[in-house]
């Protein structure tokens, strides 16, 4: 029995078929998880912006820096 299993998946056009199935269910379960859930996701979209993060400004976006700082000099003088 566990040997006709083993060779229904040494056939090619089999393997092929299942490990499709694997991917895209693991894909669809991915962008169910993503998107399934609205605090999840605004969750994650947050996140698209933390490689424009500054760590020596209190974590302040670099337009958001220059922008302050341009007001900090115009009250200054």
Known sequence: MFDSIIEWFMVLANAKIVSMLILFSTFTAIVIYVYGSK???????????????????????????????????????
């Open 39 to 77: 605090k999840r996701s605004e969750r994650f979209e947050t996140y698209k912006n933390i490689p424009f993060l500054d760590d020596d400004e209190d974590g302040m976006v670099p337009t958001q820096q220059a922008s302050q700082r341009s007001s900090h000099s115009k009250g200054e003088k």
